[in-house]
């Protein structure tokens, strides 16, 4: 259970709380998992994250109403938590997987996108092999967001082993989180494009999601938790079998990664490659290959993504 502390300022607490706090106890007969206290001009919600955080968007739009109007009746606030039950409706029936921050819809774009997005439905663990662009990742982590906001799980992890790619990382300066950051940037970013700025740091400052280096997996076990390994090529083979293994009750897990992107040491074998040998015929399992035609960036990607293809392929 979390907590999250709500402070009004330059608001007259009975024209928004109601007579008898009627307005507050709607809104609290409408999340009866959660408990919310009025004490002052403060609002206390207990709960999980996700409807702790819907609750915070009822009561948002509440303290605007009340701003523009002055008053907040019951109506109101019966108007407001069905505006947020449509919205939790809408994402639900649609091919939508979560809307942007911006107001974009984010959803698969190809065939194989939405092939992806099949097989997570269809299976507990599937792996997402392709060449950069495809958005093999940023689907996953779209996809890791629906399901935390529809509380299929109660937290997300989001981990990529920390190899150097061409650069020393004893180099870069500052402490270890410092040195590890640039490598979960693009994370980070995809985080960014879903969740605005307070609902992601108030997930982070809570450990709902929690984003950090393989290493730190050693030794856990994750229940109820959507899970994702990025760049799943720079694992070794007991890395990945180490991740693989800290799968608990109720999670899903999706391994990401890219054949053509391997930054280990030459003596060292792709956990990745391993993985998809020896879990080929395990039931539950599923796999995705993605190609240049599902590429979501700019158009001249998928002719650089060819013509190496063409040159590994001449090479060989």
Do not use: C, W
């Not at 083979?237 to 800290?246: A, V």
Request: charged share 25%.
């Amino acid at each position: 259970m979390v907590e999250k502390l709500i402070t009004l300022e330059n608001i007259a607490m009975v024209d928004f709380l109601g007579l008898q706090n009627e307005n507050i106890n709607e809104v609290a007969a409408a999340f009866p998992k959660s408990k919310i206290v009025s004490r002052g001009n403060e609002i206390l919600i207990k709960g999980n994250a996700s409807e702790i955080l819907q609750i915070n968007d009822v009561l948002n739009a509440l303290v605007k109403h009340y701003h523009k109007y002055g008053k907040v009746t019951n109506e109101n606030v019966q108007s407001y938590l069905k505006k947020e039950q449509e919205n939790i409706d809408a994402e639900e029936n649609d091919e939508t997987l979560v809307y942007g921050t911006r107001g974009t819809i984010i959803k698969a774009r190809t065939a194989n996108q939405r092939a992806l997005v099949k097989e997570v439905r269809d299976n507990d663990l599937v792996f997402a092999v392709g060449p950069a662009g495809t958005g093999k990742t940023y689907i996953s982590v779209a996809m890791a967001v629906k399901a935390l906001k529809n509380k299929e799980v109660k937290k997300i992890i989001i981990t990529r082993p920390a190899v150097e790619a061409g650069e020393n990382l004893g180099f870069l300066p500052g402490d270890l989180k410092e040195k590890i950051d640039p490598y979960l940037r693009p994370i980070y970013d995809a985080l960014s494009d879903m969740i605005p700025s307070e609902k992601l740091s108030f997930y982070q400052e809570n450990n709902v999601i929690e984003i950090a280096p393989l290493a730190y997996m050693r030794g856990r076990t994750l229940n109820n938790a959507f899970i994702l390994l990025d760049e799943a090529q720079n694992t070794t083979t007991m890395q990945m079998k180490m991740f693989l293994t800290r799968m608990g009750p109720n999670s899903k897990v999706i391994v990401t990664g890219d054949h053509s992107q391997v930054d280990l040491p030459h003596h060292q074998h792709s956990g990745l490659n391993e993985a998809l040998k020896v879990l080929s015929k395990v039931k539950g399992v599923g796999r995705i290959d993605l190609n240049e035609s599902d590429v979501v960036r700019h158009k001249l990607v998928k002719e650089i993504i060819k013509a190496y293809d063409k040159q590994s392929n001449d090479k060989s």
